[in-house]
């Protein structure tokens, strides 16, 4: 069974519309833990859009479970995790014009920055991850850099417009999981998974975790972030 990662990014979003001190994403992780999460994803973005250096600061101080901190293959951003030690870093491309996360990181095309980035992570012993799309390639690569995980972008699979489309991107994925599998690599997914989608990946043989944010999110605002916790762990656990 999958451990479920809860992304808290869009807690800190709803605050920062008025640049106030709520929603606190500090509360929402505490929440999340008691709902059942396994981990508490972030990601700090350059232009700091949603999460604030402060989250990151009192979340390493507050999280009991593991926290995983999604970060820019760029120096800044590396000197702010080898500051702050979380217990994962999950390395992400990232546009500032776009709304989220659109693809995975190309380590093909950007090995040399991306390694400068893995090898300081390692050697501080942080556990490091790759967001990469469900290729080959790109998990080859991966495994040469010598990180611990892969995680792989969900979001094709999500935003398949009908049944054939969601079966075919659900392939791709398991032959993907499989491929990582093979490397050693520990295989994570994640990006666009909601309440109805979510059940054919969580069954992927060998997926160790689930990292979920914005449905959580949404669900929250009608339900509690407890219990849309709650729910998301019980059907990541079905
Ligand atoms: N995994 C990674 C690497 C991400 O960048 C994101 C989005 O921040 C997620 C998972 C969660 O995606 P969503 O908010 O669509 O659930």
Known sequence: MPKLGVNIDHVATVRQARRTIEPDPVWAAALAELGGAD????HLREDRRHIQDRD??????????KMNLELAAE??????ALDVLPDQCTLVPEKREEVTTEGGLDVVTHYDRVKKCVDQLLAAGIEVSLFIDPDE?????????GVHAIELHTGRYADALNEKQQACELKTLVAAGEAALNEK????????LTYRNVIPVANIDGVGELNIGHSIVARAVMVGFQQAVQEM???VNS
């Open 39 to 42: 981990g508490i994803t972030l």
């Open 56 to 65: 990151l600061r009192v979340l390493k101080e507050t999280v009991q479970v």
């Open 75 to 80: 120096a800044e951003m590396t000197q702010i």
């Open 137 to 145: 390639q790109q998990i080859a690569t991966s495994k040469k850099l």
């Open 185 to 192: 690599l520990l295989l994570h997914m994640g990006h666009g």
């Open 233 to 235: 762990k019980a059907l």
